[in-house]
């Protein structure tokens, strides 16, 4: 009986939506993909627990909080902002490459970055990860010799293509993260390569856009969210506006949690200036 809760009708009862209750928070925005930013907070109880199940996941691919990271984003142009992310890449151990800033000259510096930091594993964009990796072997300098074991993608649809790109160059495991800024990870690839949905953190339903009744294994549905500790600001059935398709086997890998085939999420394009 509970309705269905749209980034529209979210932003045009934006204030009515925050909790009343004594809550530290961060503000937090989301990129606006779909055409607004949507600007909201999120407690610090409702952030441990998306950074938790963040670990968790990633430990199954054997990486460890703390671990060295090249990360593959952008920073804010604000200075205070910029240096703000600077800063918390150091305290997080992670090299940056300003996905902002993608040039030959920027990806062979940054090589010989990885070189010298030797990261435990590669997080950000397809696009602009496989960008540096194309300019870096465009200049004779070989992605596979930094021996990166994993790659998390994310922010993006990963494209069969730019996997078979990402597999071979770098000769190592690429990992698709499907998630939200509003709600962290919604689904993650086991060691055997299955999209697991986060049933521990949230209560994700696969409905029909139309009815909004659950759609049958093997159909495609769009993903509605509850968030299941996000007090501050409530996230209860959310509709995201992705599309997934629940699969119809269980998971070799032992997890209890459900599986999805595929997932049909938005995508950013990107556009060469005349001035490269």
């Not at 809760?5 to 925050?18: N, P, S």
């Not at 909080?65 to 205070?80: A, C, E, I, Y």
């Not at 459900?258 to 950013?268: A, F, T």
Request: net charge positive.
């Amino acid at each position: 009986r509970i309705p269905i809760l749209t980034k529209d009708a979210l932003r045009l009862q934006i204030e009515k939506m925050r909790s009343k209750g004594p809550w530290k928070v961060t503000a937090r925005k989301t990129s606006g993909s779909t055409g607004v930013p949507l600007h909201f907070v999120k407690d610090r109880v409702a952030s441990a627990y998306n950074d938790a199940l963040m670990y968790e996941v990633y430990g199954w691919h054997g990486i460890r909080m703390g671990d060295r990271q090249s990360r593959f984003w952008g920073l804010p142009l604000d200075r205070t902002a910029h240096l703000k992310w600077q800063a918390k890449d150091i305290l997080l151990n992670r090299k940056r490459y300003n996905s902002f800033n993608i040039s030959t000259e920027y990806s062979v510096s940054y090589f010989h970055t990885l070189k010298r930091f030797r990261p435990k594993f590669v997080y950000g964009y397809p696009s602009a990860i496989c960008e540096f990796a194309a300019l870096a072997e465009q200049r004779g300098l070989h992605v596979r010799d930094l021996r990166i074991p994993v790659i998390i993608t994310t922010g993006e649809m990963l494209f069969p293509a730019q996997r078979q790109q990402l597999e071979k160059m770098f000769a190592c495991t690429v990992a698709n993260e499907y998630g939200s800024t509003e709600n962290g990870i919604i689904a993650f690839p086991c060691r055997e390569g299955r999209m697991h949905l986060m049933n521990h953190n949230l209560y994700i339903e696969v409905l029909d856009p139309t009815t909004n009744a659950p759609v049958a294994p093997g159909e495609k549905g769009v993903v509605v969210v509850t968030e299941l500790h996000s007090y501050a600001f409530p996230f209860v059935r959310y509709r995201l506006g992705d599309i997934v398709v629940p699969s119809l086997h269980t998971c070799s890998c032992g997890l209890a949690l459900p599986v999805i085939d595929s997932i049909e999420v938005r995508v950013s394009d990107m556009i060469v200036a005349s001035d490269g």
